[in-house]
């Protein structure tokens, strides 16, 4: 069975960083294209970042790119999202998931 777990989120005030990271099981992330999503309180799903198989080329949405860093370390299969200069509007559950499986989310929350 094909678990993803997300970790790392919390409150951060803007301008402030966050790791978040997604534990795979029973896959390997790096064999995948492996994506960050996102959905903000009363909106619905928000693609944020993808990390593509081979040779880790990555895309992210215009809203982020320049902030946030999509990686992962195949070792662990874990895959991992970098946030810096957090602003409000980037409050939301953030869930990792590729094309069959998604996470629970962690919530992050950018407050002053």
């Known amino acids: 069975e094909v678990q993803l777990v997300e970790s790392g989120g919390g409150l951060v005030q803007p301008g402030g960083s966050l790791r978040l990271s997604c534990a795979a099981s029973g896959l390997t992330t790096s064999n995948y294209a492996m994506s960050w999503v996102r959905q903000a309180p009363g909106k619905g799903l928000e693609w944020v970042s993808t990390?593509?198989?081979?040779?880790?080329?990555?895309n992210y949405a215009d809203s982020v790119k320049g902030r946030f860093t999509i990686s992962r370390d195949g070792a662990k299969s874990t895959l991992y999202l970098q946030m810096n200069s957090l602003k409000p509007e980037d409050t939301a559950v953030y869930y990792c998931?590729?094309?069959?499986?998604r996470g629970q989310g962690t919530q992050v929350t950018v407050s002053s």
């Open positions: 990390i593509f198989p081979g040779n880790a080329a990555t």
């Open positions: 998931a590729n094309s069959e499986v």
